[in-house]
């Protein structure tokens, strides 16, 4: 079946500028995760779904970035008024009710100039 | 303190040999998960073996294996028959706690298969 998909693949925004990244889980999947990786780096939490509620918003660096799951399926992390520093790539990730293991998409690498 | 402790930035092994990747982790909570994720240059986390902190057995996963020693805290994950596609990063990564938690992830570590 189908795997936890991301889009878009590559960003290039410029410093300043809004970006708002996708996240499509496996279907029926609903839990969420978004995780963000620095260069070099392992995934470092930003926030949990489940169904729409976000249950975990610990990791947002700020309060620039904002993830939303209105429907309890897709996903959307947005990045306001973007800097060098949030250059990375963001992982997103589900699971189901019964099983912890989390399935990852193939991320979207953000390089904000 | 790191909760997650990978302390092998690099692994080097032949073709068809066994590799051991090393793990140490650092919890109190007696329920956690440790995973194992193998991370291609194509850059998706790739899901390859779990064990839970109450399995009484090691768990293995057709080439992997994973040599849990709860009371040093380590998680090792053990690669038979090495092939090259194996090359890739490989991540340890822990969820504390029981029910659906963030995970934390080790730094990693790059192998690569040589021919």
């Known amino acids: 079946g189908a795997g936890v998909s991301q889009s878009p693949r590559y960003k290039v925004a410029k410093r300043g500028q809004d970006v708002a990244l996708r996240c499509d889980p496996i279907s029926g999947h609903v839990s969420l995760f978004w995780y963000q990786q620095a260069l070099g780096q392992g995934p470092e939490f930003l926030t949990y779904?489940?169904?729409?509620?976000?249950?975990?918003k610990s990791g947002l660096p700020s309060d620039r970035f904002f993830a939303e799951r209105p429907e309890g399926s897709v996903s959307t992390l947005k990045i306001q008024r973007t800097q060098q520093e949030d250059s990375a790539v963001y992982l997103c990730?589900?699971?189901?009710?019964?099983?912890?293991?989390?399935?990852f998409g193939p991320g979207t690498r953000l390089l904000v100039l | 303190a790191q909760k997650i402790t990978q302390t092998q930035p690099g692994m080097f092994v032949q073709e068809k040999e066994a590799v051991t990747l090393d793990c140490t982790y650092d919890t109190s909570d007696p329920s956690y998960g440790l995973f194992w994720y193998k991370q291609p240059s194509s850059g998706e986390m790739i899901f390859l073996i779990y064990?839970?902190?109450?399995?009484?057995q090691n768990a293995t996963e057709g080439r992997y294996s994973l040599n849990f020693q709860k009371a040093r805290k380590s998680a090792n994950l053990v690669i038979s028959a090495s092939q090259l596609g194996d090359s890739a990063m490989y991540f340890c990564?822990?969820?504390?706690?029981?029910?659906?938690?963030?995970?934390?992830f080790g730094t990693g570590t790059r192998l690569l298969v040589s021919p």
């Open positions: 064990q839970g902190s109450y399995d009484q």
């Open positions: 779904f489940q169904n729409e509620a976000q249950l975990d």
């Open positions: 990564a822990m969820r504390e706690g029981s029910g659906f938690q963030k995970l934390v």
């Open positions: 990730a589900s699971s189901t009710q019964d099983q912890e293991t989390q399935y």
